[in-house]
């Protein structure tokens, strides 16, 4: 495999982009103050984006679909958004923000969602999918069990992939860079050739994987030329590293729609083709910079064709093209280069964006210089999030990784991920209560839980309960998945991304669960005060009553954090115990996206006092409100869940008025790293961040066109405020602001 | 076991001190400033009772965050109307590690105080509330400033570091003359690092108006940004930092 100039090393002889980074990366160790502003052709394109997203907003939400076309990595001809100016090419159709169907999900969300926008399915395209091709939400209803569609109807299993795309898959989209697609194809062909009988199952499906991922690469080399592109080959320079990249990703957002379609770790990669065309003297920093901002610029522009449905768990139209960067190696030498500090100027260059998910890999031992300029970025932008890369690295492994959807470890090209949505665990608590009925329909969902003696709740017999229906909607949510990721395969297998990971990764399963907070306070009231529960004619609790006071997670009091750390221990084991479709590792998070809404809308109310049908707390987060020793002792109470027993991510949004973090904008940088440090010192895993006004945001909601661009971290990943619907909204205005001086 | 009443914790202070800070805000004070923005901190016979041990377990559990400067701030309230009870506390912070800092309006300077301060505070942050003492009277409720300047002598005599702190009130602490006058008092101080100006604001309102007390400032309107630039020109002829808080 050619060098071109660069230092040799095992990825010479296999696939390995990990040791071509260790190999040759440059760390860089100062601040800011190199990076340059977007050139003028940027502006230019920029500007005609600016344009057509305003159109997107006014005609509700979406600017065109294409009716005719099944998407697919080569169906479309080119598409640009302002040819001359673009360094940087490719477009998911050929046209901006249009958006494509992808029916192999499901081809009902796609009629749907092309006639919610007034239009309808070419007729051809319909009488395809509905007569002659199966669809993967086919399959998986063809078998579900019974027991699985009511957990699912009554919202105990909520947000499952299976009538969309399953995402979570990250490609190694470098690996088109530097080996070229000639060179992949005859990687693959190798594995092929290994992979002899004896024929059972799994070498079938495999044999039959490898194929399909060999034709997708074909394809590729297709969707290339149509750009001039000579994707067969490795990228020679700096340009072509980054081009070659995104169109490796832009394969995989034609081809797929998953909920969360992440880059993974490529910008210290590209440093290293940018360096060396810098030192040869080949390009200046504003080219450097121009590369970034239009690849950047074209990462925000993905779309996916979704029907207002989905709006209700994943609000605010994100494409989780989640971008990890910093991080440290493991021989000790820092990720992070001058393309990282890059690829954070474009929210500079571009103004704030929702879109790519950029995430810091937090270390220790981070360059002062970048964590000062990630602090910088949150204060002004609030578009960024956080993670614990001393964690990982030491949990998982690797130091190659990126994160899938929104807080996920995955190893880059050796594994991927089945995405499991969650599980509603505060309406799991209530079956305890409720002799393993639903609460608000009065079906009989876990058989064998006793009701309830006594006057007053007894902790005891509730946690005893509360196992029993753990260990049942484990079983079920194990089922569902199996189902989900066997038809996924089958009928929607991502061909393209797949061919640039290897052959057989190691896999995770991802469960996940909602309300955290709303179990742990529920079970330290029953635990430390006396209470009561109010039922209706059939028995089931319809409200509490709570004598004294109690122990609130989110306020660094051990007697409430240890409850929240066992639940989950006790529930990630539960799921541990099961075995998963083609061996796939269980993991757990505690994460909601924007589904806390909606989780909270189907839950009766609780013991803790939340009153039935109000929202949860996102992710991990306690309860608002009740977070009343300041934001150290909140993130604290977080920090306690063991990252062992939730390695699928632990999710917590810090969000705090300018002021409240420091007196001015120099405090406000070192104190955001302070705390970032700090925060993670204590083995915590993922943090939002953001620094916001209150009253911008009650402003944004009453005139939306003055903030097209205002960014708001969510659970796991940001979102262009106005997009969210007004209920969201008054949510997450709802939501603890860090606001004491 | 040894306890201290406490009124309530702030985990994330930024405004009491360096860094970021636990503020351990106590219960009780003898001044009654008109502007006092925690005067639910005033009575005496309030505030929560927490033990020593458990303070110290959750400063410790923030030491991550305090970074470089970062540490522990004891407010109020009056802090050092619990100086002997405090000595322990800091005692065992500084054991730690931690940097200490007490928030005081320099009324007491008992024995107890003494050694707290002089063996254990790394920082003192003196609230002048007026140079004058007519005004000082006023504003406080009829206490002498003599008492604040004794306590401002004392720390400069230590040799230990200190920052004065000054509410910003329009119309009654922000008088060009007086606010001379405070300069030159201190002018001189080699202990002073630095002299903070709070901005005036009314956000403690309603907390006198749940206790059943008059706010008598009620029509003072907050600083304009030119009455804090004037007033940190005028303190800066005389103090190597002035800041805005
Ligand atoms: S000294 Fe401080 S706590 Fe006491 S009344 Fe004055 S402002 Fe309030």
Redesign the interface.
């Known amino acids: 495999m050619s060098n071109r100039g660069f230092k040799n090393g095992n990825w010479n002889e296999s696939i390995n982009v990990r040791n071509f980074v260790i190999q040759n990366i440059t760390p860089y160790e100062e601040d800011d103050s190199f990076l340059q502003g977007p050139t003028d052709r940027t502006k230019r394109l920029w500007d005609v984006c600016r344009v057509a997203l305003k159109e997107e907003r006014q005609n509700n939400g979406v600017r065109a679909i294409d009716t005719e076309i099944v998407s697919t990595i080569n169906a479309f001809g080119a598409g640009y958004i302002q040819k001359e100016d673009e360094v940087i090419v490719g477009l998911q159709t050929d046209m901006l923000l249009k958006r494509a169907m992808k029916p192999y999900g499901g081809y009902n969300v796609v009629a749907k969602a092309v006639s919610e926008h007034g239009l309808e399915v070419d007729p051809k395209v319909k009488e395809i999918f509905t007569k002659y091709a199966k669809t993967h939400n086919d399959g998986v209803f063809d078998v579900y069990t019974k027991e699985i569609r009511k957990f699912r109807s009554l919202g105990f299993l909520t947000g499952l992939p299976d009538n969309y795309a399953r995402g979570r898959v990250i490609g190694d989209y470098r690996r088109l860079a530097l080996y070229g697609i000639d060179a992949l194809i005859q990687a693959k062909q190798q594995d092929m050739d290994g992979l002899v009988g004896p024929m059972d199952d799994s070498r079938i499906r495999v044999r039959e994987e490898v194929a399909e991922q060999i034709k997708a690469l074909r394809e590729m080399i297709e969707m290339g030329k149509r750009y001039g592109l000579e994707l067969n080959r490795p990228a020679n320079n700096a340009q072509e590293a980054v081009q070659w990249t995104y169109m490796a990703y832009l394969a995989a957002v034609k081809e797929q729609d998953g909920a969360a379609m992440s880059l993974g770790n490529v910008s210290s990669f590209l440093d290293i083709f940018i360096q060396k065309d810098l030192v040869e003297g080949t390009i200046t920093e504003a080219d450097a910079q121009e590369y970034i901002d239009q690849f950047v610029m074209k990462l925000r522009m993905v779309r996916h064709l979704r029907m207002d449905a989905y709006e209700q768990i994943f609000a605010g139209d994100p494409t989780w093209v989640t971008e990890s960067i910093g991080g440290m190696l493991a021989d000790g030498r820092t990720k992070v280069t001058k393309t990282s500090f890059r690829f954070l100027q474009t929210l500079y260059n571009l103004g704030p964006s929702p879109e790519p998910n950029i995430t810091i890999l937090w270390s220790q031992n981070l360059p002062e210089g970048f964590k000062r300029f990630c602090s910088k970025v949150s204060i002004d932008t609030s578009s960024i999030q956080y993670e614990n890369d001393d964690l990982m690295r030491e949990n998982r492994c690797s130091d190659d990784y990126g994160i899938a959807c929104c807080v996920s470890f995955q190893e880059i090209g050796k594994q991927i991920q089945f995405f499991g949505a969650r599980t509603n665990l505060a309406k799991t608590l209530l079956l305890a209560l409720n002799g393993g009925r639903c609460e608000n329909t009065n079906t009989l969902m876990v058989p064998g839980i006793k009701e309830l003696e006594g006057e007053y709740l007894d902790y005891n017999q509730v946690i005893e309960n509360f196992k029993i229906a753990m260990h049942t909607v484990a079983r079920v949510y194990n089922e569902s998945m199996n189902i989900i990721h066997y038809m996924h395969d089958r009928y929607y297998y991502e061909k393209g991304q797949m061919a640039l990971v290897d052959t057989n990764p190691k896999i995770n399963i991802a469960y996940g669960i909602a309300g955290l907070s709303i179990i742990a306070d529920s079970l330290s009231a029953i635990k430390h005060t006396k209470v009561k529960a109010i039922r209706n004619e059939d028995g089931l609790t319809v409200d509490f009553t709570i004598e004294g006071e109690f122990p609130k997670y989110g306020n660094?009091d051990d007697r409430v954090d240890d409850i929240a750390r066992k639940v989950v221990n006790h529930f990630n084991n539960e799921l541990k115990a099961i075995k998963v479709y083609k061996d796939a590792d269980p993991t757990l998070s505690v994460l909601t996206i924007t589904s806390n809404v909606v989780y909270g809308k189907k839950t009766g109310a609780t013991p803790d006092g939340r009153g039935a049908g109000v929202p949860f707390a996102p992710g991990a987060n306690p309860m608002h409100g009740r977070d009343?020793?300041?934001?150290?002792?909140?993130?604290?109470s977080v920090a306690k869940i063991d990252y062992k027993d939730s390695q699928d991510g632990i999710s917590n949004t810090f969000s705090i008025v300018p002021k409240?973090?420091?007196?001015?904008r120099k405090?406000?940088i070192?104190?955001l790293?302070?705390?970032l440090?700090?925060?993670f010192?204590?083995k915590a895993h993922h943090l939002n961040v953001n620094v916001l006004n209150r009253e911008t945001l009650l402003d944004a909601m009453e005139n939306p066109e003055e903030y097209p661009q205002l960014t708001i971290r969510v659970s796991g990943y940001a979102v262009n405020f106005t997009r969210l619907s007004r209920e969201q909204q008054q949510e997450v205005i709802s939501r603890s602001f860090?606001d004491?001086? | 076991m040894e306890s201290l009443s406490v009124h309530?914790?702030?985990?994330?202070?930024?405004?009491d001190g360096p860094?970021?800070r636990?503020?351990i805000f106590t219960q009780g004070c003898k001044f009654k400033c008109l502007y006092c923005h925690n005067p639910d901190t005033i009575p005496m016979d309030k505030g929560t009772k927490y033990e020593l041990e458990d303070l110290v377990r959750?400063a410790i559990?923030?030491?991550?965050?305090?970074?470089k400067?970062?540490g522990v701030t004891v407010s109020g309230g009056e802090p050092l109307i619990h100086s002997k009870g405090l000595i322990p506390l800091f005692k065992r912070l500084k054991g730690e590690g931690i940097h200490t800092n007490i928030d005081t309006n320099g009324r007491i300077l008992n024995a107890h105080t003494k050694e707290l301060i002089d063996n254990y505070a790394d920082l003192v942050m003196l609230d002048i509330k007026h140079i004058n003492n007519e005004w000082h009277k006023k504003i406080t409720g009829g206490h002498e400033v003599t008492y604040p300047l004794r306590f401002a002598e004392h720390r400069e005599a230590s040799g230990k570091p200190m920052w004065i702190r000054y509410v910003l009130v329009p119309g009654w602490t922000d008088q060009p003359e007086y606010l001379h006058e405070l300069g030159n008092h201190f002018k001189d101080y080699q202990t002073i690092e630095k002299i903070e100006i709070q901005p005036y604001h009314q956000l403690g309102v309603h907390k006198w108006e749940s206790l059943g007390w008059k706010y008598q400032l009620s029509d003072v309107e907050e600083n304009s940004d030119e009455q804090l630039l004037k007033a940190k020109e005028i303190l800066s002829e005389y103090f190597k930092e002035v800041?805005?808080?």
Not at chain 1, 660 to 664: K, P
Not at chain 2, 8 to 15: A, V
Not at chain 2, 61 to 67: A, I, L, T, V
Request: glycine share 16%; no cysteine; net charge positive.
């Open positions: 660094d009343t020793h300041g934001a150290i002792a909140s993130l604290n409240s973090l420091g007196a001015d405090d406000r070192v104190n790293v302070a705390t440090d700090g925060y010192g204590r860090h004491k001086m | 309530s914790i702030e985990s994330f202070g930024t405004h860094g970021v636990m503020i959750r559990n923030m030491k991550g965050y305090f970074g400067l970062g800041k805005v808080n």
